[in-house]
């Protein structure tokens, strides 16, 4: 078990909680106010769809060890960040 992967995941899932359920945008750093439309939204999009899937895979990372494994996680994150990133400048920057 490693701890440090199990705690840094339930912190994610407290950012979660702030960003994706109460939608405190202002803890989200390097975006533009005044270009996103819908910071609700924003914060949902990044809490359900950034936040919470990578908080939910460290913690069961925390559990797992196999070969490869920080590559597997490393590769996961870069996704998430991609696909979270694409969809924010298409639905939400204003254009």
Known sequence: MNLNLLVIGI????????????????????????AIRDKGRLGTVVGWGFLFPLGMILIVHSFIIYPYDHFALAFIMVLLLLFVSLYINRELLEK
């Open 11 to 34: 912190l994610i899932l407290i950012v979660f909680y702030l960003v994706g359920v109460m939608k405190q945008t202002w803890l989200l750093a390097g975006f533009n106010e005044k």
